[in-house]
């Protein structure tokens, strides 16, 4: 499963990438992509 998003849906990706692996089942394959949306300040 792929969860993806940029600008402000890359911040939720990166803040909810762990989230969305529990919703899966245990030998599920997850990889996140925060394509943008790490903001520094």
């Known amino acids: 499963a ?3 998003g940029c600008s402000a849906g890359g ?3 990166f ?3 762990d ?3 529990s919703l899966l ?3 599920a394959t997850v990889k996140c ?3 943008g949306g790490f ?3």
């Open 2 to 4: 792929l969860l993806s």
């Open 11 to 13: 911040l939720a990706t």
């Open 15 to 17: 803040l909810h990438c």
């Open 19 to 21: 989230d969305f692996q």
């Open 25 to 27: 089942p245990k030998d």
């Open 33 to 35: 992509l925060a394509d």
């Open 39 to 41: 903001f520094l300040n």
